[in-house]
């Protein structure tokens, strides 16, 4: 049974990891997306202020470099089950926010409000596969029965 928890955590993490590097190799049009789909709060607009003029970059194009290290960082922590629970956790944050804002189908209409359902449901399938490898951690121990009697 290890095997197969090895096997399906592995190819779980690539979606992350090329979804990561992806955004990194077309940083552009990650940054218009979540420039079209984000909106700054008048609250933290002080705060991204400082950001661009100590970063010179676009808040956009911030949030698009941290989006894409996070979901490669975490997709090879999972993959090489380091750190799963964390990462795992991290991605759980991750989702749910990028669901929020990126596939916000209650909004739309049509074609593509069904479009984005689909999306938001296929990410709280995530979401319940990293509660998952969150629950398991590291994976079974060499003393756990549960997974020797099988």
Request: proline share 3%.
């Amino acid at each position: 049974m290890p095997a197969f928890i090895t096997f399906g955590r592995v190819l779980f993490a690539v979606l992350f990891i090329f979804s990561g590097a992806s955004k990194l190799l077309e940083l552009g049009a990650t940054t218009a997306t979540i420039s079209a789909k984000l909106v700054v709060p008048d609250v933290l607009t002080t705060y991204t202020t400082q950001l661009e003029g100590m970063t010179g970059l676009p808040t956009a194009q911030m949030l698009a470099i941290a989006a894409a290290v996070v979901e490669l960082v975490c997709g090879l922590a999972i993959a090489l089950n380091f750190g799963a629970r964390f990462f795992a956790i991290v991605l759980i944050l991750f989702v749910i926010v990028a669901t929020f804002y990126v596939h916000d189908f209650w909004n739309q209409t049509g074609a593509d409000q069904k479009n984005n359902m689909i999306h938001a449901l296929k990410n709280l399938s995530l979401v319940g596969a990293l509660f998952i490898i969150a629950g398991i951690g590291r994976g079974p121990r060499r003393n756990d029965p549960g997974y020797t009697d099988v």
